[in-house]
């Protein structure tokens, strides 16, 4: 747990919209009881009481790059690799730049068992470019930034129709050409990272082991077998089972709950 969340994270939980029912329902006094309560049971080497706060709180809606981060270290403390590499991806995923969760979401994946041939480990295997980049860097910052940019770029040029001195006119027409230039490149990265997060659905296995078959029922061949921490793509679902590809492009059926997806539907 980081040193300064028994007292401070949360003011910087952010209750957050699920995207479906939210099965529990906790008032921001219960919320905060919650809170200080898995955090005690962490600095007491409480596992299981820390973990159950932890996840309550998730459950009720509220999250937080802190958070997921403090709930997949404690995972991996307990060798729980699955949800370790689970909530670490999704404190990256608040939080890009989040060296101790990508440090801790590196030993993680030492761990594991599953070596992908043909894919260099920890950074990124097959990805795309763009699923890299969506990894790397805050959609927000850079929407942000594009606003920013924008907004002074026309505004710029509206300003300009009031002036009357040529070189005045000038200085902000070259103002705003530079503003607008600079957005071009922001606003492709919002759009590569709007494209990813709603067109790319990545999971992580969260049972000790599965095997993947080649279709969608219990009766299909089981071609090879995965571990609890490996990262996958989600292509498909049908009859409760998701078709998945690994990093290296091995692809193959295994059962819905088998596999936890890191941003859900």
């Known amino acids: 747990m980081r040193p300064l969340l028994a007292t401070l994270l949360f003011g910087l939980l952010v209750p957050s919209v699920a995207l479906g029912q939210v099965a529990l329902a906790l008032t921001p006094a219960e919320a905060d009881r919650t809170f200080r309560a898995a955090n005690d049971a962490c600095l007491n080497q409480d596992s299981k009481v820390c973990i159950e706060g932890y996840e309550k709180l998730l459950q009720a809606g509220y999250g937080g790059a802190d958070l997921e981060y403090n709930l997949g270290t404690e995972y991996l403390k307990q060798g729980r690799l699955g949800f370790a590499v689970l909530h670490l991806e999704r404190a ?3 939080d890009p730049n989040d060296a ?3 440090a801790n979401l590196e030993k993680a994946q030492r761990m594991r068992v599953d070596k992908l041939v043909g894919a260099p480990e920890e950074t990124g295997g097959g990805e795309p470019l763009a699923a890299q980049l969506v990894s790397r860097t805050s959609g927000d910052r850079w929407a942000l930034a594009f606003l920013l940019l924008w907004a002074f770029g026309g505004a710029a040029l509206a300003a300009r129709r009031l002036l009357s001195a040529f070189r ?13 230039l600079l957005a071009l490149p922001c606003g492709v990265v919002t759009a590569i990272h709007v494209y990813v997060r ?6 992580v296995v969260v049972v000790a082991s599965v095997p993947v078959r080649e279709g969608p029922r219990e009766t299909y061949k089981s071609t090879f077998e995965v571990h609890d921490g490996l990262k996958v793509r989600v292509l498909d679902e049908e009859n ?5 590809r690994l990093a290296n492009g091995l692809q193959g059926w295994v059962p819905t709950g088998d596999v936890t997806e890191i941003s859900p539907r």
């Open 240 to 244: 409760g089972f998701r078709r998945v």
């Open 100 to 102: 101790d969760a990508r």
């Open 198 to 203: 709603e067109s790319a659905h990545d999971a």
């Open 92 to 94: 990256l995923r608040h």
């Open 168 to 180: 005045h006119r000038t200085a902000l027409l070259l103002a705003a050409l530079c503003a607008l």
